[in-house]
């Protein structure tokens, strides 16, 4: 059974990720400030910390890294991300092993959509930058995925936007979801599955993974707060982003559907199929 070593895994990726892992690859994962899947395979990790990072890559000995670690909060995100990334590569390359990188949609400049793998990153955020940088240190690693992906979304397990939303709007606090900036949110599960997928892939290099439905950051942020019943929204407005965030990121998928087998359901037809697996359930 393959070793699989998953930075990150108390992330909101990892929380979908690593119990769907568990059931096929012997499993290691990494948590920083708590662990809130409290399995047997996680080990507390500071992956900013290289000695340590060896330490438990060695011990462990993966033949797979799958580095989801990356703040995009805080004073300190640049530096989490750089190091982050600079240390899975090391690691990666003194094991002689694959690594599989997460990265985003947010470094490209939504001036230009549809992006291609081609497209060099064109930030114009610090998170975009930084997220770029990270690109280019994983790249010096020949054995590497890179994954521009988009929003992540779950239906079992609230994310980090949405719950930002609700709370606020329960604090009676204004929100304004954007109806100008268009992305395509991705299922936890399916990106859960991609990078399993990707894992016996030989593959190498970037390839774009989303949602094969785009639409606005309201529409998106407006369906999920219908699926998790979230009805207080006397403070909530549509409105315009400005130019200082990307604004079209819609992402190329025809490589993903060229050399995966793995679907990428819109949000649309994943809250369908949802509804319709629940609807069964009751009548069984």
Known sequence: MKRILITGGSS????????????????????FQHDPLDLP??????????????????EFQPQVIIQLA????????????HGTAQNATTIARSLGIKLIHISTDSLLDGQHPP????????????????????????????????IRTSLIYGLTIMDHSTRWIRNTLNLGKPVTLYDN???????????????????????????????RQ????????????DWWGV?????????????????????DLTLAGRILSTPLPGLDDVLVARRQREDGDLLV
């Open 231 to 251: 009805t207080n929204r006397e403070y909530l407005t549509i409105g315009p982003a400005d130019i200082r965030w990307p604004l079209d990121c819609r992402l």
């Open 70 to 81: 990356g703040s995009n909060r805080g004073a300190n995100m640049e530096e989490i991300i």
């Open 41 to 58: 395979s996680g080990r507390y990790l500071d992956l900013c910390d290289e000695a340590q990072f060896y330490e438990v890559a060695t």
């Open 214 to 225: 785009a639409m606005s950051r309201a529409e998106f942020g407006l369906k999920l707060l």
């Open 115 to 146: 992006y291609f793998e081609s497209h060099r990153p064109t930030p114009i955020t610090a998170y975009g930058r930084a997220k770029a940088e990270a690109e280019r240190l994983v790249g010096q690693w020949a054995d590497h995925v890179i």
């Open 12 to 31: 909101y990726l990892g929380r979908h990720l690593v119990p769907i892992a568990s059931k096929h690859f012997q499993l290691c994962y990494t948590y």
């Open 181 to 211: 900036q268009i992305r395509q949110p991705v299922w936890a599960e399916t990106l859960s599955q991609v990078c399993l997928e990707l894992v016996e892939s030989n593959f190498q290099g970037i390839i774009n993974i989303a949602g």
